[in-house]
């Protein structure tokens, strides 16, 4: 529920005078970890000297740095939980250029890596963390939460940044100018945001200003993202079923309150509150009442140690946000509805003078979830008729989603990679299995570079055409070891007889292409039974895509019938992957957020079915 302010019978100074006579017996100590990309991470834990209970993790504001969260955290004064704080990559005592990412998602991976150290080195466990980001920190945050699907305790986001206010008139568009025009050139703007808006706190406000770790730029590129990043976490606000906090500043000039409020009515947990203080500017963690704040935060995760977790539904495909949106895109538009004759032009356009490209006449040709599609996907050589042709085929190969099916790839031969150095054996070769491998290109083009002998694969698909084209790249490569095989992905029995039996599976762009689960459940049932104990699953998923609306209503799928996607929350697909026998050990995910790639472990026992 919402509320404004204090709790009732509590007066501001009462709240205050109470939060100062608290303390905590902590240790602080300061690491840093590599990142894979060579970055020098800077980070702050605080330990209590007894039992840890819990496990906060804390990312600063923009601008910020850990250090600038010390107060912060022995303000909570929790004696029984473990607090963690980074310095975000470009940004206080961390490498990099200053105030410089990528992109937005670089720093969410980063967030990914830096979890996953402090899992192996400090014993942070998951399901006993919560999860604490302010201002662009909540975002980068709220959107791991979301797109990674942890198995979170909670997350407190503190004066969110879902809309940044731009007081400059067209602002954003003269940004994405920018951008266009300088090309790779690194781009950053300046905060104009001075400490006396931030907080009412002088003596806050002055420490800020002198601070010299404070980083005033920020890259062009991160801002824009986050735009785009905050608008993802609104749209599937349905499905975010972690226990949120949200907290915001009645008087803040620097993020949209209407929007935060917005993102709260529409998010999915069932534990949830928003509380807003009246008067507090942006930086609520270091105004003049910040004890409220911190009040307010103390009463959320101690409350979250009587809450019980609920397992993650594997009925979504039958009731929830997904299937609601499935089944509107299903209904036909009414006759006299605007989006209707939109969709309706557009449909027409690439039917008549869209054929002039070689990519969307293969699409109406084979369907644009084809096989045969992705691998002109995965060429990005524009052809067609003509110039006009060509410019066309640029356009479509440059759409989100064929932007992301190729980074997919990238990510996808790099856990491959992973997978296979780490069930290499030397007495026997590894055996993969790909049980819709299309015609079979990224395996192909992974195991043309290892060269090393050390590998067999079967590579099945359901279409004779597909293994024809996979059989001739194996050839002109010179592969040896590769079989390939007609083979339905969904015969449970027929996945569960694979012999040899694969210390690597793939299942790459197919679950995405079918709403249901019970069929995706029994595929990986099937591929359970098949694979021994620490044998290593790559799945594929698309939580997220900006054109489904488009997709649905303007294309055409492999079976000629109109493309109605059913998003599939990685949540959801995690809990399949889990109740068929695996667990997910690491993930990849785009800039777009539309596609992730994920590698499980086939675990020890040999369960599998339904949990």
Not at 451 to 461: E, M, Q, W
């Amino acid at each position: 529920m919402a509320q404004e302010g204090p709790e009732e019978g509590t007066t501001m100074k009462q709240a205050a005078m109470s939060a100062k006579l608290r303390s905590a017996d902590l240790t602080e100590s300061q690491h840093r970890v590599t990142l894979r990309d060579g970055l020098d991470l800077f980070y702050r834990v605080w330990r209590p000297a007894g039992a840890v209970r819990r496990h906060l993790i804390v990312l600063h504001r923009g601008h910020e740095h850990s250090g600038r969260l010390e107060d912060v955290v022995q303000g909570l004064a929790l004696e029984d939980t473990a607090v963690y704080a980074w310095d975000a990559r470009g940004h206080g005592r961390s490498g990099g250029d200053r105030g410089w990412a990528e992109s937005f998602m670089e720093l969410v991976r980063d967030l990914e890596e830096w979890v996953g150290h402090l899992q192996a080195e400090h014993d942070l466990e998951l399901e006993r963390t919560v999860l604490c980001g302010h201002s662009v920190g909540a975002i980068v945050a709220a959107t791991w939460a979301q797109a990674f699907a942890p198995p979170l305790a909670g997350q407190i986001l503190v004066t969110p940044a879902f809309r940044i206010r731009l007081y400059v008139p067209f602002a954003r568009a003269g940004l994405k100018l920018l951008r266009r025009l300088r090309g790779d050139r690194r781009t950053y703007v300046k905060s104009y945001v001075k400490a006396g808006l931030l907080t009412h706190d002088k003596a806050q406000a002055r420490q800020y200003e002198s601070d010299p770790l404070i980083t005033r730029d920020i890259a062009v590129n991160v801002l824009l993202d986050l735009r785009h990043a905050a608008g993802r976490l609104i749209a599937d606000a349905p499905a975010m079923r972690t226990p949120t906090l949200v907290l915001a500043g009645g008087s803040d000039w620097v993020v949209d309150l209407a929007t935060e409020k917005r993102f709260f009515e529409r998010l999915g947990a069932s534990h949830k509150s928003l509380r807003v203080f009246p008067g507090m500017y942006h930086d609520i963690l270091h105004e003049v009442d910040r004890d409220l704040v911190l009040d307010e935060m103390r009463r959320f995760l101690t409350g979250l140690d009587h809450q019980s977790t609920s397992p993650t539904p594997l009925d979504a495909d039958q009731s929830g946000p997904s299937r609601d949106e499935q089944l509107e895109l299903e209904r036909p538009l009414p006759w006299y509805s605007p989006r209707r004759w939109f969709f309706a032009g557009q449909r027409l356009a690439l039917a008549t003078f869209g054929r002039a490209s070689a990519g969307i006449r293969l699409g109406w040709e084979t369907g644009f979830d084809s096989g045969r599609s992705l691998d002109y996907v995965y060429e990005n050589q524009p052809r067609g008729l003509g110039l006009f042709g060509r410019w066309a085929d640029r356009i479509y190969l440059d759409s989100p989603g064929w932007r992301g099916i190729r980074q997919r790839r990238q990510h996808l031969e790099g856990l491959l990679e992973r997978a296979l150095d780490e069930r290499h054996c030397a007495s026997r070769p590894v055996h993969l299995v790909d049980i819709a491998t299309g015609a079979g290109r990224y395996v192909l083009s992974t195991l043309a570079r290892r060269r090393s002998g050390t590998v067999t694969a079967c590579l099945r698909d359901n279409t004779e055409g597909n293994l024809r084209q996979g059989r001739a790249t194996a050839l002109r490569l010179g592969l040896e070891g590769i079989s390939f095989e007609l083979g339905d992905a969904f015969d449970e029995e027929a996945l569960a007889r694979l012999q040899p039996a694969p210390d690597v599976a793939i299942v790459s762009g197919l679950y995405e292409l079918f709403p249901d689960n019970l069929p995706v459940l029994t595929s990986l049932q099937g591929l359970a039974r098949a694979m021994p104990a620490g044998a290593l699953l790559i799945y594929t998923g698309q939580p997220w895509h900006p054109q489904l609306e488009t997709i649905a209503r303007v294309l055409r799928n492999r079976d000629g019938a109109r493309w109605v996607m059913r998003r599939r929350s990685q949540e959801e697909l995690d809990a399949l992957v889990r109740a068929a026998g695996f667990d997910k050990v690491a993930m990849e995910i785009g800039d777009d957020g539309i596609f992730t790639v994920s590698l499980a472990r086939r675990r020890a026992d040999r369960a599998g079915g339904a949990q």
